[in-house]
């Protein structure tokens, strides 16, 4: 079955205290992403990554870190989570058809919620 | 201004009416445009993707693209209770691939 899949589900951290939330997809995808969900602020993506070994910052890099060593697997970094870091997370993968074609569509995972407190 | 703009709702219709939801974006190179509903707690999922000026239909859902008034709906015929998420409308900006900005939703209710 096509999934992207994070790990963990749920999590509650102290402040300071680093943690790594983790994203695999089956799909061979070349994109991948993550977003944070907030009330009334929406789906912002925190980095991306066009494949392995190119990753650029999003509309909220701060705090946050990413590596792309495999094609699968794209692991979000919170060397020093603070209490605004609480949110829903969400990894998503597309395929690159190229620049000749359309976009396809991104597959998001189920989300992690994080609490720092 | 933000990238992209839904009306903000939330909209509430009853069972079997047209529902209609609207989304605006700045970047005039945009080319790419997808809408995803989300259910409470659940992730996105891609109801309908538009590249080209005009209307793309499928099922029950019609998206409409206008890039002339850089302005993207979705209609929802003959809605259902369980249409009721919330609608997110999401741009690939300009020429770069991979990068999706979101909306902030409309929260869509179908009452019986």
């Known amino acids: 079955e096509a999934q992207v899949t994070q790990n963990p589900r749920y999590l509650i951290t102290v402040t300071g205290k680093k943690l790594t939330v983790t994203c695999s997809q089956n799909?061979?995808?070349?994109?991948m992403s993550w977003y944070r969900q907030d009330p009334g602020l929406g789906l912002r993506q925190i980095y991306y990554?066009?494949?392995?070994?190119?990753?650029d910052k999003g509309d909220v890099p701060e705090g946050y870190k990413v590596s792309r060593k495999e094609k699968r697997n794209f692991p979000l970094i919170l060397e020093s989570p603070s209490p605004n870091q609480t949110s829903l997370y969400f990894c998503a993968s597309s395929r690159d058809r190229g620049r000749e074609d359309r976009d396809t569509e991104a597959f998001f995972g189920q989300g992690t919620r994080l609490t720092v407190v | 201004q933000k990238e992209v703009e839904q009306n903000s709702g939330p909209l509430s219709v009853p069972e079997g009416a047209i529902a209609s939801l609207n989304c605006t974006y700045s970047?005039?190179?945009?080319?790419?445009f997808f809408w995803y509903r989300q259910y409470s707690g659940k992730s996105p999922e891609l109801i309908m993707s538009?590249?080209?000026?005009g209307d793309k239909e499928d099922g029950r859902f019609t998206a409409q693209l206008n890039k002339a008034s850089q302005y993207v709906s979705l209609l929802i015929r003959d809605s259902q209770p369980s249409d009721s998420a919330t609608y997110l409308c999401?741009?690939?900006?300009?020429?770069?691939?991979?990068?999706?900005?979101f909306g902030r939703g409309t929260q869509l209710t179908v009452w019986p």
């Open positions: 999401a741009v690939v900006r300009g020429s770069t691939l991979g990068r999706l900005y």
């Open positions: 970047d005039r190179g945009s080319q790419s």
């Open positions: 538009i590249y080209s000026n």
């Open positions: 799909m061979n995808h070349e994109y």
């Open positions: 990554s066009m494949n392995v070994e190119v990753t």
